[in-house]
């Protein structure tokens, strides 16, 4: 092959192969120094919606790439169950990963990997809905929504902190299904390292009262973080008993 027909690939006359893709006010721009008739306005048009499109496949495809490189660090994480959730005996019932303690870990990494939060509400049929669009550097977003029931209002809360309850709640339980995250207990707080189990004889009143007020032995067992009643530790009971009397004085 005759190498001086071969375009130039470096110096001054080289081949730029890097040229930027057209905008459309390239494409508009060409049109108009052909002359612009029905038949190029329209050509014109194709071009511009297929670039669009290609852009959008590149940006989308940027956003899939980053967002699994995202999880995968998200998954090396540790979020701890930092808030507790009382009985109205003042008892802890459970605990939960806070506001704080999720944004706090999340944020630096989402920003690491080019992604960002924008978060929205509304209320919808006597639920809040909590809206997270996650935006990306290079300009795809996915939105995802999450609704509770709106918050009701007692002595201690008015119609404000309602709503803003149940709002953090929604954006809480978005937030972990959204990054697919998983809360630890402190070490400290978990009551597999409180000292000994409860007695048999106050594991079967547990479990026999549980039963009798129709209660998920499972879900009740996950207050206590034990697999069974014979496993529950002892600084565990008090809880486990208010939040049975508590069932039971609804039902006298």
């Known amino acids: 092959m005759n190498e001086e027909l071969l375009p130039a690939t470096t110096g001054a006359g080289a ?39 290609e852009r959008n496949a590149a940006a989308k495809s940027a956003f899939n790439r980053d967002y699994f490189d995202l999880r995968q660090e998200i998954a090396t ?3 701890y169950a930092d808030k507790a959730a009382k009985t109205d005996g003042g ?7 806070s506001e704080k303690e999720l944004a706090s870990k999340l944020d630096p990494v989402l920003s690491r990997h080019r992604f960002a939060m924008l978060f929205g509400q509304r209320d919808e049929h ?20 999450y609704s509770v029931r709106s918050g009701s209002t007692n002595r201690m ?4 902190a309602a709503d803003t309850g ?8 978005l937030v972990i299904k959204m990054f697919g995250l998983k809360s630890r207990i402190q070490e400290g707080d978990d ?20 039963a009798e007020q129709h ?25 486990l008993d208010e939040v049975l009397k508590a069932r039971e004085r609804k039902k006298a």
């Open 126 to 145: 006597e639920r809040t809905v909590a809206i997270i669009t996650l935006i990306h550097r290079e300009g795809h977003e996915e939105t995802r929504e």
């Open 191 to 210: 009551a597999r390292n409180l000292g000994g189990k409860i007695t048999p004889d106050q594991a079967f009143e547990l479990e026999r009262r549980c």
């Open 91 to 97: 008892a802890v019932a459970y605990t939960y990963c």
């Open 157 to 160: 809360k008015d119609a404000t």
């Open 77 to 79: 994480l540790d979020f």
């Open 215 to 239: 209660m998920d032995p499972k879900a009740f067992l996950r207050l206590a973080h034990a697999d069974k009643f014979s496993e529950v530790c002892e600084a565990k009971y008090e809880v």
């Open 15 to 53: 081949l730029d192969v890097r040229r930027a893709p057209p905008t459309a006010i390239d494409i508009l721009q060409a049109a108009v120094a052909g002359g612009i008739t029905a038949e190029n306005v329209a050509v014109v048009k194709e071009i511009r919606q297929m670039v669009q499109e």
């Open 166 to 173: 149940a709002t953090t709640s929604a954006w809480r339980h």
